[in-house]
């Protein structure tokens, strides 16, 4: 079994910064993508960025260059830095990871939610 544990989310004023974090324990061989998503009230959960083993990345268009997603191999974490943070970044942020429990064999866990408000 795999656990899953955010931090970071808070309520903080537009133009503000948050970094959230979500460290992995449990059965792990290894880590492959790590990533964060994000669903606001009323709508669909929607990726915002990821990261692969070998340190690749992509972001959702709409927080490109605000937003910086990093990892700690050593702490099986991922980190998602938001700066400038806009009223429509508001939602609750999930991360998502997928981890090789044993050679040939990967699962797909979530985290239990960060809330991140943006006060205009």
């Not at 931090?7 to 974090?21: N, T, Y």
């Amino acid at each position: 079994q795999v656990q899953l544990v955010e931090s970071g989310g808070d309520l903080v004023q537009a133009g503000g910064s948050l970094r959230l974090s979500c460290a992995a324990s449990g059965s792990i061989f290894s880590i492959n993508a790590m990533g964060w998503h994000r669903q606001a009230p009323g709508k669909q959960r929607e990726l915002v960025a990821d990261i692969t083993s070998g340190g690749s990345t992509n972001y959702a268009d709409s927080v490109k260059g605000r937003f910086t997603i990093s990892r700690d191999n050593a702490k099986n974490t991922v980190y998602l830095q938001m700066d400038s943070l806009k009223p429509d970044d508001t939602a609750v942020y999930y991360c998502n990871v997928d981890v090789r429990v044993r050679p040939g064999i990967s699962l797909n866990y979530w985290g239990q939610g960060t809330q991140v408000t943006v006060s205009s």
